[in-house]
């Protein structure tokens, strides 16, 4: 049933061709080159990886834009053993905007031994977005057979890495999303003759989270907001089969109408027990007069627990760029611990 439900959101076709192609892992939320430039020069200026690590977790301290695939790939040859590329990996992955196979092959290209590089591996293939299709370089380049079977064994136990929602391994969360009118906006998807809306792309990428990349030892909920809201569950709930059916069925009943009631979004959300993570997607700014409520709360919530964070997701894919939007989702972001993507 949940393949129906993502086959369906993907392969409507419109009568109306936007203009717009999207492609939605070409980011545009990446770091500046400029600011990139200086952590790397920062960082190599270090002479041990202890300290490196140190200079890295400093400058990313207040950072809400992530690091492509170029970028990741350069970072890790500021690192030189397997094990302290594994800790890079893991440690920073919420930066992480994902990356392609190729870009996996240079990152193994840096590593000696085979036995080191399958040490990597797992951390790699979990970020790499066209890993379905291209997988076999990956394997190809391993010498000897053993090895190639390790990393088959590696790639086919990886889950999918969503360039809309980012890494998503937060303990307990809540996924808030905007079904406001202007989610109906269409576009066209690149290389394809597809016109889908913003609301059918992000309801296919939510379902494919839910249902192939949270983990059991996950909780969740989703929030859907427009004037109201409308919440899936009255709290978040274990990640698990019947709850997976559920969720799937709900996501993809949304349709997109109405205003942009985002405080009554997060007032419904704060109240979830033990909830550490909200990851917001929107593709404009909230009803007049609530930007400020909403920051005051949201740093509220997020400074009563450390490990409290807000990921948000400009989407504005197919239509005029709302810069003031973008820069609430930024602040949002950053005043909470967060990572903003942007896509459009």
Same mark, same amino acid.
Request: proline letters at 3%; one cysteine or more.
């Given at each position: 049933?949940?393949?129906? *439900?993502?086959?369906?959101?993907?392969?409507?076709?419109?009568?109306?061709?936007?203009?717009?192609?999207?492609?939605?892992?070409?980011?545009? @939320?990446?770091?500046?080159?400029?600011?990139?430039?200086?952590?790397?020069?920062?960082?190599?200026?270090?002479?041990?990886?202890?300290?490196?690590?140190?200079?890295?977790?400093?400058?990313?301290?207040?950072?809400?834009?992530?690091?492509?695939?170029?970028?990741?790939?350069?970072?890790?040859?500021?690192?030189?053993?397997?094990?302290?590329?594994?800790?890079? *990996?893991?440690?920073?992955?919420?930066?992480?905007?994902?990356?392609?196979?190729?870009?996996?092959?240079?990152?193994?290209?840096?590593?000696?031994?085979?036995?080191?590089?399958?040490?990597?591996?797992?951390?790699?293939?979990?970020?790499? %977005?066209?890993?379905?299709?291209?997988?076999?370089? &990956?394997?190809?380049?391993?010498?000897?057979?053993?090895?190639?079977? #390790?990393?088959?064994?590696?790639?086919?136990?990886?889950?999918?890495?969503?360039?809309?929602?980012?890494?998503?391994?937060?303990?307990?969360?809540?996924? &808030?999303?905007?079904?406001?009118?202007?989610? @109906?906006?269409? *576009?066209?998807?690149?290389?394809?003759?597809?016109?889908?809306?913003?609301?059918? %792309?992000?309801?296919?990428?939510?379902?494919?989270?839910?249902?192939? &990349?949270?983990?059991? %030892?996950?909780?969740?909920?989703?929030?859907?907001?427009?004037?109201?809201?409308?919440?899936?569950?009255?709290?978040?709930?274990?990640?698990?089969?019947?709850?997976?059916?559920?969720?799937?069925?709900?996501?993809?009943?949304?349709? #997109?109408?109405?205003?942009?009631?985002?405080?009554? #979004?997060?007032?419904? #959300?704060?109240?979830?027990?033990?909830?550490?993570?909200?990851?917001?997607?929107?593709?404009? @700014?909230?009803?007049?007069?609530?930007?400020?409520?909403?920051?005051?709360?949201?740093?509220?919530?997020?400074?009563?627990?450390?490990?409290?964070?807000?990921?948000?997701?400009?989407?504005?894919?197919?239509?005029?760029?709302?810069?003031?939007?973008?820069?609430?989702?930024? @602040?949002?972001?950053?005043?909470?611990?967060?990572?903003?993507?942007?896509?459009?």
């Amino acid at each position: 049933m949940k393949e129906f *439900f993502l086959l369906v959101s993907l392969c409507v076709l419109f009568s109306l061709v936007s203009s717009q192609t999207f492609d939605p892992c070409a980011q545009q @939320s990446r770091l500046p080159d400029a600011r990139f430039d200086a952590i790397v020069s920062l960082v190599k200026a270090a002479s041990f990886e202890d300290d490196r690590f140190k200079i890295l977790t400093r400058e990313t301290a207040n950072q809400t834009l992530g690091f492509d695939g170029n970028q990741m790939l350069k970072l890790s040859q500021l690192f030189s053993f397997s094990t302290s590329k594994t800790q890079m *990996f893991s440690k920073y992955q919420k930066y992480w905007l994902g990356m392609t196979c190729n870009q996996v092959v240079k990152i193994l290209g840096d590593i000696g031994f085979d036995s080191d590089r399958l040490t990597v591996l797992p951390n790699l293939v979990n970020l790499t %977005y066209d890993l379905k299709e291209k997988n076999q370089s &990956i394997v190809d380049y391993f010498g000897f057979s053993s090895s190639k079977d #390790a990393a088959r064994q590696i790639i086919a136990s990886a889950a999918p890495f969503s360039c809309v929602w980012g890494v998503v391994t937060a303990k307990t969360l809540v996924f &808030i999303v905007d079904v406001s009118g202007s989610m @109906s906006t269409q *576009f066209k998807l690149n290389g394809t003759n597809r016109v889908i809306s913003r609301l059918q %792309y992000v309801v296919s990428s939510l379902n494919l989270v839910i249902s192939q &990349i949270l983990k059991p %030892y996950q909780n969740f909920n989703v929030i859907a907001f427009s004037g109201s809201v409308r919440n899936w569950q009255k709290s978040t709930v274990a990640v698990n089969p019947q709850n997976i059916a559920s969720a799937v069925s709900f996501v993809s009943s949304l349709s #997109a109408s109405g205003s942009t009631n985002m405080l009554a #979004a997060f007032k419904t #959300a704060f109240v979830q027990q033990d909830l550490n993570a909200v990851y917001l997607l929107s593709d404009g @700014s909230p009803d007049n007069g609530q930007p400020a409520p909403i920051l005051a709360a949201a740093k509220a919530w997020s400074s009563a627990q450390p490990g409290r964070f807000i990921n948000t997701i400009s989407f504005q894919v197919g239509g005029q760029i709302d810069t003031a939007a973008i820069a609430f989702m930024n @602040s949002l972001a950053v005043n909470n611990g967060g990572v903003a993507r942007s896509m459009k």
